[in-house]
């Protein structure tokens, strides 16, 4: 039976099914109804890290090959034609909800009811317990988040920022160390192409410098 889900953008950004083959993807396109415009995010099952936009086009599925670049989350369709490059999945689906995809004349509009995509390829996502604390500089709260096995300790805000980001740029010393502590990854990209290890290496030079001139 159809999905009567509508699109939004919270929508689009539910429509990842994790490492499934191109014949499930098929059943799961033509179970939500096979609409033209119908899509998924997948993971792909022959070329490791990278992902797989299936979707229904005159009444097909097609399955289109999405590139990760190495540097951050950046990516592009691998289609003949050149493709843009997009700073972050989230991001790709939203151009290709208003334009049509590679050479086709589809516009994807009815994503399948799935997983959100996951933090590390999203541009943008939304306000945590551990941002706001972050933020705040509460030692306490982010203690106990960490201690917990926080599971999402490198989701990203609404600015694409995450905790470590927000740490670094906010001179808080001891957060900074927990979340590195716990694994905390340092080469997450902003929006502005900004990593907390940017952030790290930029205060490292400043206190020298400030150090310097004592």
Known sequence: MASTTSRSELDEERCFFGKITSEEAKDILLREGGEEGTFLIRESCSSKGNYVLSFITEGHPIHILIQKYREG??????????????????????????????????????????????????????????????????????????????????????NG???????????????????LQSM??????????????????LCTKLLRTAALNV
Do not use: W
Request: proline letters at 6%; one cysteine or more.
């Open 73 to 158: 989350a950046f990516f592009s369709l691998v289609v003949p034609d050149e493709a843009p490059v997009f700073h972050g999945l989230d991001n790709l689906v939203s151009h290709f909800c208003q334009n049509p995809v590679g050479g086709s004349s589809t516009v994807l509009c009815h994503p399948c009811p799935g997983d959100q995509l996951p933090a590390e390829v999203r541009l943008h996502g939304s306000s945590s317990l551990l941002h706001r604390s972050t933020s705040q500089g509460n030692i306490n709260i982010v203690s106990e988040l960490l201690k917990s096995g926080y599971k999402k300790i490198d989701d990203k805000n609404n």
């Open 184 to 201: 905390a990854f340092v080469e997450v990209r902003d929006e502005e192409g900004v990593t907390p290890l940017h952030v790290l290496l």
């Open 161 to 179: 920022q995450t905790a470590l980001h927000i740490a670094s740029m906010k001179g808080h010393e001891e957060i900074t160390r927990m979340l």
